[in-house]
């Protein structure tokens, strides 16, 4: 075969464009891809949004053909969906290669959309029947469908992906609670000891942050089930006929099967991201927590003869290739990278929100990439967390009994009796001559032996 064979000629208002015969994108896709050589095969347009592209795609179709019937004929209605729905359920992903550094309207995007639906319509109809601009993106425009693709890719990742990972690390912590109601340990604050706890009081405050993480979460999605679909190029509605807006919204809910409303200001919609900073914000808060339970356990776990060694956490792999025997906290160190990406992502985000001008916002890819990645990662990596090092997590009983036993801070059950003066003498004397708090209190003739004991009961400081 020769090389000239492997290309066919597509068409723009520009002129005529080589593009590769076996792939169904068109003479615009091609020029993204030939002007914008940054970050090819590794920084790619993320496939949430590709597929939100096919919901889009459909849902317009079958809005204009109710609306605009002799243009979104009888005959191009049912070829243009099936090519939308192959979109939209990842069956056409190799045909999607354009980068995230491109045009900030996601225009090249759009487009390589529409005109991968128009070839594998027409290829479905055996005719040159449908037009990427005149059909596929038939009362669309790219300043309205980008916005609106990030914001269906958006919700799904958050609704299908990331709150069902929190809620199964939820739901193992409850157990793991349960099962160390028993379970008496020293608490620490600055680093340093502190009062008594259970270790199922100290599991609940990661729970509890987790959950309201979750709550955040939720709290973030009504704004972004708002699309701009509708306001066309600067959110006037130019060239979308009445009522456009609102089925349209209607049937992307049907086809993804959750909520979606057309945004009640499509100036707004156009030219905002602020509902993406906000939910953003609430993967920041996510990421900030798993970084300070994944630090937690990490140090907690720490030794097993050297640290503090109160947990016992699952030996995946070995920890060293020159150390025999050594086990590292590596689930806990994917989860602080992870929280770390994802907090540099923010500031991305941030910067990227505040910025374009007038009627649209043209940093619009870079926003859907973190964004989306961000989603992606703490999904992945929460699930991770949770399988290889959270549900084998087990408490070393006998290590948190004997801090508990040497802790110098049960003086704080003392204050109410001999003061917090005496208290805080009877514990600068036993770490100072290296004896027990009881014994420093006896030695000072603060307590005698029994009243000492029935103050200082650890299950009685929780």
Same mark, same amino acid.
């Given at each position: ?5 492997k ?25 993204s ?56 359920l990842?069956? @056409?992903? /190799?045909?999607? !290669?354009l980068?995230?550094w &491109?045009?900030? *309207? %996601?225009?090249? +995007?759009?487009?390589?959309a ?21 059909d ?6 790219s ?19 990331l709150?069902?990972?929190v ?7 409850l ?15 600055? @680093?340093? /000891?502190?009062? !008594?706890?259970?270790f199922? &009081?100290?599991? *609940? %405050?990661?729970? +509890? ?31 979308a ?20 409303v ?108 973190n ?35 040497r ?29 027990t ?15 000492f ?10």
């Open positions: 075969m020769k090389e000239a064979s290309t066919r000629l597509e068409h723009d208002s520009m002129g005529d464009v080589a593009v590769p015969a076996n792939r169904y994108w068109g003479a615009q896709t091609q020029r891809l030939e002007h914008f050589p940054i970050g090819v095969g590794k920084e790619t347009m993320p496939l949430e949004i590709v597929h939100a592209f096919g919901l889009v795609k459909h849902a317009a179709a079958r809005v204009n053909r109710k609306l605009c019937a002799d243009r979104m004929t009888a005959e191009k209605l049912p070829v243009i969906e099936q090519a939308a729905e192959e979109v939209a990842g069956q @056409l992903d /190799d045909h999607f !290669p980068v995230v &491109q045009t900030g *309207s %996601g225009t090249h +995007s759009n487009m390589n529409n005109e991968v639906i128009a070839n594998r319509a027409n290829e479905l109809a055996g005719s040159k029947l449908c037009h990427p601009n005149d596929i993106n038939m009362s669309q425009s300043n309205d469908c980008f916005p609106t693709a990030m914001r269906i890719a958006s919700v799904l990742s958050l609704e299908r992906n709150l069902p990972a809620e199964k690390l939820i739901d193992v912590m157990k793991k609670e349960e099962e160390s109601r028993e379970v008496l340990k020293c608490g620490r604050t600055h @680093l340093q /000891d502190a009062v !008594p706890i259970r199922s &009081q100290e599991i *609940s %405050g990661w729970r +509890s942050s987790l959950e309201r993480d979750a709550e955040l979460l939720r709290l973030a999605l009504p704004p972004l089930r708002e699309l701009a679909l509708g306001g066309t190029a600067v959110g006037t509605g130019l060239n006929p009445a009522g456009f807006a609102e089925q349209a919204a209607e049937e992307i809910a049907q086809l993804a099967g959750t909520a979606f057309t945004a009640p200001n499509k100036f707004h919609a156009l030219t905002s991201l602020d509902e993406l900073v906000f939910a953003h914000g609430a993967m920041k808060a996510l990421a900030s927590d798993m970084m300070k339970i994944a630090n937690d356990i990490r140090f907690l776990a720490s030794g097993p003869r050297c640290g503090y060694g109160e947990l016992r956490i699952p030996a995946n792999e070995p920890g060293s290739s020159i150390m025999p025997g050594k086990v590292n906290p590596t689930q806990c160190e994917q989860v602080t990278m992870v929280a770390v990406q994802v907090m540099g992502n923010d500031a991305a985000i941030g910067f990227a929100a505040s910025q374009g001008n007038f009627e649209l916002n043209v940093f619009q890819p870079v926003v859907a990439y964004f989306l990645q961000s989603a992606r990662l703490l999904t992945e990596s929460i699930s991770a967390f949770n399988r290889f090092c959270f549900a084998g997590l087990e408490p070393d009983t006998e290590v948190m009994r004997g801090y508990l036993e802790t110098l801070m049960t003086a704080t059950a003392l204050n109410p009796v001999i003061g917090y003066e005496n208290a805080a003498r009877a514990a600068r004397l036993a770490h100072e001559s290296n004896i708090l009881k014994e420093a209190c006896l030695r000072l003739g603060f307590l005698d032996a029994e009243h004991d029935d103050l200082v009961r650890p299950e009685n400081m929780v």
